[in-house]
């Protein structure tokens, strides 16, 4: 069967506006009037393209921006658990060294309420939310290393650390055996 370049160019534009549209958009038949109205759909759909393409620059800066608020966020969790953790043995876990600021509950990140329309814009709120993002998930590692540690260690050995850290604070050796 031959096809004409009008039925062609029908069949081509009915399957673009069924790629962007979805396959269950109303095209119609091939007549004039559902012929007029596919092509303003195929307008509206190159218009819809154009403009995505447009903000998509816009779309990835705001998607960093929000993956790197989402660190901070489970930063922030990880070290709010592991304080809460080891809040009830606090004196214990001081005794042995542990740095008092890791035992303190971390605020909450707040985030300003200031948006951006540029890509500048969002990469400057990127920058410092990544700070605060990397300040907390360096003290959670440091907390989630330092817990992990004690929960493995035997009640003996966990004595034992106890009094070293007290040893060594009076500045005393271990005398070789």
């Known amino acids: 069967m031959w096809a004409s370049k009008d039925r062609n160019d029908y069949e081509a534009?009915?399957?673009r506006v069924r790629?962007?549209?979805g396959s269950s958009v109303e095209v119609g038949g091939y007549n004039s009037h559902?012929?007029?109205n596919l092509r303003k759909l195929d307008?509206?759909?190159e218009k819809d393209e154009a403009s995505d393409r447009d903000q998509a620059p816009l779309n990835e800066?705001?998607?960093?921006?929000?993956?790197?608020?989402?660190?901070a966020m489970k930063a922030w969790r990880t070290i709010k658990d592991g304080t809460d953790r080891l809040a009830k043995d606090?004196?214990?876990h001081l005794v042995n060294g542990i740095p008092p600021e890791l035992l303190e509950?971390?605020?909450?990140?707040?985030?300003s309420e200031e948006s951006s329309s540029t890509v500048a814009g969002f990469d400057r709120l990127n920058a410092e939310a990544s700070l605060l993002a990397t300040d907390l998930e360096t003290r959670a590692s440091k907390l989630v290393s330092y817990r992990a540690s004690w929960e493995q260690m035997t009640p003996e050995?966990?004595?034992?650390s106890l009094i070293l850290a007290i040893a060594d604070r009076l500045g005393i050796e271990a005398s070789p055996k």
């Open 61 to 71: 800066a705001g998607t960093r921006l929000h993956q790197t608020r989402a660190r």
């Open 105 to 111: 509950p971390a605020d909450m990140p707040r985030w």
């Open 13 to 15: 534009m009915v399957s």
């Open 34 to 36: 559902d012929i007029l």
């Open 43 to 45: 307008a509206k759909r």
């Open 90 to 92: 606090r004196r214990v």
């Open 157 to 160: 050995e966990q004595n034992r």
């Open 19 to 21: 790629k962007h549209y």
